[in-house]
């Protein structure tokens, strides 16, 4: 991805980064460090986060903390993080799944659409491309999707006629084909936040998209490249993807 398809258009958009969860999965290489913190090249992956999102004109990011939520608070005080965007923190007193997580924030998310994703995982997409599809296709959501080979170790996304989200398929460990899945990158409107919020749900995925009618959500896909560093395999892989597409 070329610089000159970055720009200003996330500079009134609220990024919401959920990194709230246990890592159980990368403990044995992480111990007590949180995933949002894991070592990529002998730098945090929050720091490349921070940089790639200020390349999108990216200005305030909150940060929904649970496990070791004092580790990242100590390392954006110590380590003033080297952009200009405002980071602010809200701390899960426990576990609460991802629509758990957004209910928890929702007060401290003040823009409309707000930008939510995983805080283990990367994708090198436009960005500034994936606004502009959301506010064509003027829906309440819209998600972020990419097309990976071998797609089994991941749940699919099916999209109907008309593009948009039409189901979800469960991840299948049999199916060794390409197919498109979720980034967990999240255009979402303020009114859906707002049910969110008044709802008991505590997947986001489960509780709530995939119990919304097919053709809802919009999705944003294309052929990108994705890393989930919430296992020792893909975090030893990280670099090759963080690091390339913090750096263009």
Same mark, same amino acid.
């Given at each position: 991805m070329s610089v000159s398809k970055r720009g200003s258009c996330l500079e009134a958009?609220? +990024?919401?980064?959920?990194?709230? *969860?246990?890592?159980?999965? /990368? !403990?044995?290489?992480? &111990?007590? #460090?949180?995933?949002?913190?894991?070592?990529?090249?002998?730098?945090?992956?929050?720091?490349?986060?921070?940089?790639?999102?200020?390349?999108?004109?990216?200005?305030?990011?909150?940060?929904?903390?649970?496990?070791?939520?004092?580790?990242?608070?100590?390392?954006?005080?110590?380590?003033?993080?080297?952009?200009?965007?405002?980071?602010?923190?809200? +701390?899960?007193?426990?576990?609460? *799944?991802?629509?758990?997580? /957004? !209910?928890?924030?929702? &007060?401290? #998310?003040r823009s409309d659409p707000v930008l939510?994703?995983?805080?283990?995982?990367?994708?090198?997409?436009?960005l500034c491309a994936f606004?502009?599809?959301?506010?064509?296709?003027?829906?309440?959501?819209?998600?972020?999707?990419?097309?990976v080979d071998n797609a089994g170790r991941y749940g699919r996304v099916e999209l109907d006629q008309s593009g948009r989200i039409g189901g979800f398929i469960e991840k299948d460990s049999n199916f060794h084909g390409t197919a498109l899945i979720s980034t967990g990158v999240y255009l979402l409107s303020a009114n859906l936040l707002d049910d969110i919020a008044a709802s008991g749900a505590a997947s986001i995925e489960r509780d709530v998209f995939e119990r919304l009618p097919s053709g809802t959500l919009a999705a944003f896909a294309g052929r990108f490249r994705f890393i989930d560093i919430g296992t020792p395999e893909s975090l030893a892989l990280a670099a090759t993807v963080v690091d390339s597409g913090s750096a263009n």
């Open positions: 958009i609220d +990024i919401f980064v959920l990194a709230g *969860g246990l890592g159980t999965r /990368i !403990r044995p290489v992480l &111990g007590e #460090l949180p995933k949002i913190l894991a070592p990529i090249l002998g730098r945090p992956y929050l720091a490349y986060l921070l940089e790639w999102l200020e390349r999108f004109g990216a200005r305030r990011v909150v940060l929904g903390l649970g496990h070791r939520a004092q580790a990242v608070i100590e390392y954006l005080e110590d380590a003033q993080p080297s952009t200009r965007i405002e980071v602010a923190t809200v +701390i899960e007193p426990s576990p609460l *799944g991802t629509a758990g997580a /957004i !209910r928890f924030a929702r &007060g401290a #998310l939510i994703m995983n805080g283990d995982s990367f994708t090198d997409a436009d606004v502009d599809h959301h506010r064509a296709a003027k829906t309440i959501g819209t998600m972020l999707c990419a097309e």
